[in-house]
Structure formats: structure tokens, C-alpha cells
């Protein structure tokens, strides 16, 4: 199984980024895709995550209404639009696959590298 993150990088507060993982070995369209985050001295959080046909999606309070995740099983992937980034959204983000539908990481047994996104205020 292999996760690979991508698209992270330093934005103003208010603006835009658009992550995405590319998966492999193992049949994307039969996963739940999560995405989650860690901040410096903080530990890992949930951030979304979408359900193998995309019906179905979970969002953190945090993010509600600003993230929005989808996925494409013909691309074996799956993305994370993140707009109105704020300076607290600044972490690693990493995406992570499931058997079903979850929002907690000790549900997820596959993950990616992470990919760091960091917001200037």
C-alpha cells in the first residue's frame, strides 16, 4: 500500500491550497479516504474523509464550510480543497485509508508520508 501526499506548501491567511493523494496496491475504489493533520507538540487530528463512492463525507468541526473532499476512483485519488486557510491550520497533513467509514486515526492502518502546509498570518 502506498500513499502519496502532495500539494502543501506556505500560503497567506485567506488563501488556497489544493492537496491530493495518489494511492497504489490496494483497490482505492473499495476505501474510505481520510484526511488528518499534526500541528508542532500537537497530536495527530481528523481533518475529512469521504466514502468509497464519495456519498458520504465527514468533516472536523474546524474545517466546516472552508475544506471540501472528494475523490476520483479512476485517478486513485483523492483530494483536500482547503480555502480560507487560517495561521491554525498550519500542519503536516497526511491522507490515510480505511476499510469504512471513520474520523478517528487508529481506524485508518494506512497512511501516507504527509505533505506540510503552513499558513503566514
Known amino acids: 500500500v502506498q500513499l502519496q501526499a502532495s500539494g502543501g506548501g506556505l500560503v497567506q491567511a485567506g488563501g488556497s491550497l489544493r492537496l491530493s493523494c495518489t494511492a497504489s496496491g490496494f483497490t482505492f475504489s473499495s476505501a474510505t479516504m481520510g484526511w488528518f493533520r499534526q500541528a508542532p507538540g500537537k497530536e495527530r487530528e481528523f481533518v475529512s474523509a469521504?466514502?468509497?463512492?464519495?456519498?458520504?463525507?465527514r468533516y472536523a468541526d474546524s474545517v466546516k464550510g472552508r475544506f471540501t473532499i472528494s475523490r476520483d476512483n479512476a485517478k486513485n485519488t483523492v483530494y483536500l480543497q482547503m480555502n480560507s486557510l487560517k495561521p491554525e491550520d498550519t500542519a503536516v497533513y497526511y491522507c490515510?485509508?480505511?476499510?469504512?467509514?471513520?474520523?478517528?486515526?487508529?481506524?485508518?492502518?494506512?497512511w501516507g508520508q504527509g505533505t506540510q502546509v503552513t499558513v503566514s498570518s
Open positions: 469521504i466514502s468509497r463512492g464519495a456519498g458520504v463525507t
Open positions: 490515510a485509508a480505511s476499510s469504512g467509514l471513520a474520523t478517528t486515526s487508529n481506524m485508518y492502518p494506512n
